[in-house]
């Protein structure tokens, strides 16, 4: 069999072919170490951290505001049973009504689904549309206590659209970052690893 000669001129063309093509391999894996680098990382798992737990934080504001107009109303309704001639059975099912109410709030992930948020909106609505003229008719409730408990219903009720801007506000910003800074995020792996981003209130906010 004849060998193949290769001349020295042609050797050298090769190896500085291979030469370059290692150094350009090279300079793209470290882009892409230098990209995802453990101080990079870290800052951007703290960064996120702060605001997940403003997220957290704006969720637990309205939660807890919520879980006090519920609180409220069982005290007002108490207050109106102890007055004279008050319609026990009537009450007693208002205060069943508002019972039931927790049970059957959404949650961060279940609010997904806007026909949820929409069917609690409206069973509390309609619970105080029926607890108002009981409480206070004619604009005249029954004792003080009954008339604070009331106007303390009122403005809870009349915070819940601010308390929602906010906790929208804080998603915007969470999932933009998780957008922006998911591959060092999954890179961290357990949690961060399958993070995804949250559901609005408003429609059209993403």
Not at 133 to 157: M, Y
Request: aromatic letters at 6%; charged letters at 20%; one cysteine or more.
């Amino acid at each position: 069999m004849a060998k193949i000669l290769v001349s020295p001129v042609k050797s050298l063309a090769i190896a500085l072919l291979l030469l370059a093509a290692c150094a350009a391999s090279c300079k793209r894996d470290g882009s892409k170490s230098a990209s995802l680098n453990p101080a990079a990382v870290a800052e951007v798992k703290a960064q996120f951290n702060i605001l997940q737990d403003s997220v957290n934080a704006k969720w637990r504001n309205m939660t807890e505001s919520d879980d006090q107009k519920i609180g409220v109303t069982r005290l007002l309704l108490r207050e109106l049973k102890a007055q004279p001639g008050a319609n026990t059975a009537q009450l007693q099912a208002l205060d069943q009504a508002n019972t039931r109410l927790k049970a059957r709030r959404y949650t961060q992930e279940t609010m997904a689904s806007s026909d949820l948020i929409d069917r609690y909106d409206a069973a509390q609505d309609s619970l105080l549309k029926a607890v108002y003229p009981v409480a206070a008719p004619n604009g005249a409730a029954p004792t003080e206590n009954a008339r604070n408990f009331v106007e303390g219903i009122q403005q809870l009720d009349a915070n819940v659209v601010g308390l929602r801007v906010q906790y929208d506000h804080a998603v915007h910003q969470y999932n933009d970052y998780l957008k922006l800074h998911q591959a060092e995020l999954q890179s961290l792996g357990g949690k961060y690893a399958t993070l995804k981003p949250l559901s609005f209130f408003t429609i059209g906010a993403q």
